[in-house]
């Protein structure tokens, strides 16, 4: 029996905007505007359906999306109350596959192959996804489910908010053909100005364009890749994490977004949920790592090791701003950002170490040590909560 791979992608709906509705039943029957405030320098982060019927959308400056729809109820985005949201989604999601790889705040790719028996087929499945879900968290996602990771995702596209789409293998090429190439992973602006002299406009057309053709434009590996993805061809891998080489956190965003104040303020806090996850597992790295995604899924990382390990979100912060800022990054919009820490330090440094860096590191770094020293002493976690705490404690600094 030919055994097939079933990926599934399931993407929350305007999720920023749907927590605030779900959390402020005033909000519920109005078009809803997440990101800078009327009146600010800013974009606008999410926009709910509602909102989107006027003309709000993405990246677009605030004060644009407040002339199209002035009676939009308009909010600062409050990220940890959307991160408690989705981490209910993530633990739900687990009760389904145990394979899920998260690709952002709002995003997962499940591995749902051999779960029939358990589940139905790959429609009850999807179905069982978006009922729990909803059910436990007030919160709709749209599901796409084939052979693929690449159909998966275009599958939750496809039907946008509240959609389920189930590809087939045989259905692919149906499902692909009218489809805009604009969809396709990648396609940058060149690209797509390209496509367009071309008269390629469907990927229908793109996969029936000869190869030889396309390598002339586009170059042998884009064109390759581009033919593959118009033939359906893509990875069914996931990648989760099985051994802890590093940790990370990111979050994509809704509206590609350059306002440094809020680019500060989003590593800030992805720079805390690892500093909080590496000081529950007796972590110290020495290497933090600051990943951004351009339009197109351009990524980029930079590292920065650091003289003494932490787990220190203030240190992890700083060191990942300063790459933002000075990693010879190109400046222009970012649609993802993410902050790692690897490297680990488990052992703790002899006395004599301890106090050569001591003079370099904040009296913190030093106190986090010291904690870390009494920890492996006495037991780990002894000391850690209370003192933590204190530490974290914004009104003490
Ligand atoms: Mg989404």
Same mark, same amino acid.
């Given at each position: 029996?030919?055994?097939?791979?079933?990926?599934?992608?399931?993407?929350?709906?305007?999720?920023?905007?749907?927590?605030? #509705?779900?959390?402020?039943?005033?909000?519920?029957?109005?078009? @809803?505007? @997440?990101?800078?405030?009327?009146?600010?320098?800013?974009?606008?982060?999410?926009?709910?359906?509602?909102?989107?019927?006027?003309?709000?959308? $993405?990246?677009?400056?605030?004060?644009?999306? $407040?002339?199209?729809?002035?009676?939009?109820?308009?909010?600062?985005?409050?990220?940890? =109350?959307?991160?408690?949201?989705?981490?209910?989604?993530?633990?739900?999601?687990?009760?389904?596959?145990?394979? @899920?790889?998260?690709?952002?705040?709002?995003?997962?790719?499940?591995?749902?192959?051999?779960?029939?028996?358990?589940?139905? &087929?790959?429609?009850?499945?999807?179905?069982?996804?978006?009922?729990?879900?909803?059910?436990? %968290?007030?919160?709709?996602?749209? @599901?796409?489910?084939? &052979?693929?990771?690449?159909?998966?995702?275009?599958?939750?596209?496809?039907?946008?908010?509240?959609? *389920?789409?189930?590809?087939?293998?045989?259905?692919?090429?149906?499902?692909?053909?009218?489809?805009?190439?604009?969809?396709?992973?990648?396609?940058?602006?060149?690209?797509?100005?390209?496509?367009?002299?071309?008269?390629?406009?469907?990927?229908?057309?793109?996969?029936?364009?000869?190869?030889?053709?396309?390598?002339?434009?586009?170059?042998?590996?884009?064109?390759?890749?581009?033919?593959?993805?118009?033939?359906?061809?893509?990875?069914?891998?996931?990648?989760?994490?099985?051994?802890?080489?590093?940790?990370? +956190?990111?979050?994509?965003?809704?509206?590609?977004?350059?306002?440094?104040?809020?680019?500060?303020?989003?590593?800030?806090?992805?720079?805390?949920?690892?500093?909080?996850?590496?000081?529950?597992?007796?972590?110290?790295?020495?290497?933090?790592?600051?990943?951004?995604?351009?339009?197109?899924?351009? %990524?980029?990382?930079?590292? #920065? =090791?650091?003289?003494?390990?932490?787990?220190?979100?203030?240190?992890?912060?700083?060191?990942?701003? #300063?790459?933002?800022?000075?990693?010879?990054?190109? =400046?222009?919009?970012? +649609?993802?950002?993410?902050?790692?820490?690897?490297?680990?330090?488990?052992?703790?440094?002899?006395?004599?170490? *301890?106090?050569?860096?001591?003079?370099?590191?904040?009296?913190?770094? +030093?106190?986090?040590?010291?904690?870390?020293?009494?920890?492996?002493?006495?037991?780990?976690?002894?000391?850690?909560?209370?003192?933590?705490?204190? +530490?974290?404690?914004?009104?003490?600094?």
């Amino acid at each position: 029996m030919e055994r097939f791979r079933w990926i599934g992608h399931a993407d929350l709906d305007a999720f920023y905007a749907s927590v605030e #509705q779900r959390d402020e039943p005033r909000y519920r029957d109005r078009p @809803v505007v @997440v990101g800078a405030l009327p009146g600010h320098r800013g974009v606008v982060a999410a926009a709910n359906y509602a909102a989107r019927a006027f003309g709000v959308r $993405s990246a677009m400056p605030i004060a644009e999306a $407040s002339r199209l729809c002035p009676h939009a109820v308009y909010l600062r985005p409050d990220m940890a =109350r959307y991160a408690e949201a989705s981490r209910e989604v993530f633990r739900i999601l687990e009760t389904i596959s145990p394979l @899920v790889e998260p690709v952002s705040i709002d995003e997962a790719y499940l591995d749902l192959s051999g779960l029939e028996k358990l589940f139905g &087929p790959p429609l009850e499945i999807g179905r069982t996804i978006k009922r729990r879900i909803l059910e436990q %968290t007030g919160l709709t996602v749209s @599901v796409g489910i084939g &052979p693929n990771r690449l159909i998966a995702k275009l599958g939750s596209e496809h039907r946008k908010p509240d959609g *389920l789409t189930v590809i087939h293998p045989g259905e692919v090429a149906a499902f692909l053909a009218p489809m805009p190439v604009a969809n396709l992973r990648g396609l940058g602006r060149q690209t797509a100005k390209i496509f367009a002299r071309l008269g390629v406009a469907t990927v229908g057309q793109l996969r029936d364009m000869p190869l030889e053709d396309l390598e002339r434009q586009l170059g042998r590996r884009a064109a390759a890749g581009f033919k593959r993805q118009a033939m359906g061809i893509a990875s069914a891998e996931l990648s989760v994490e099985r051994n802890r080489k590093s940790l990370s +956190r990111e979050t994509t965003f809704e509206v590609d977004t350059d306002d440094p104040g809020f680019l500060h303020g989003v590593v800030g806090r992805l720079a805390g949920s690892v500093a909080r996850r590496a000081r529950s597992e007796a972590l110290a790295g020495t290497v933090v790592t600051l990943k951004i995604r351009f339009r197109g899924f351009e %990524t980029h990382t930079r590292q #920065q =090791r650091l003289t003494v390990a932490t787990s220190d979100e203030r240190v992890i912060s700083k060191a990942a701003w #300063q790459l933002f800022q000075h990693g010879g990054l190109p =400046r222009r919009p970012v +649609r993802l950002i993410g902050v790692g820490l690897s490297h680990w330090q488990r052992s703790q440094p002899i006395q004599g170490e *301890l106090f050569a860096h001591a003079e370099a590191a904040a009296p913190d770094q +030093r106190l986090l040590r010291t904690i870390d020293q009494a920890n492996d002493r006495f037991g780990s976690g002894a000391l850690q909560l209370g003192m933590t705490q204190t +530490r974290l404690d914004p009104k003490r600094r």
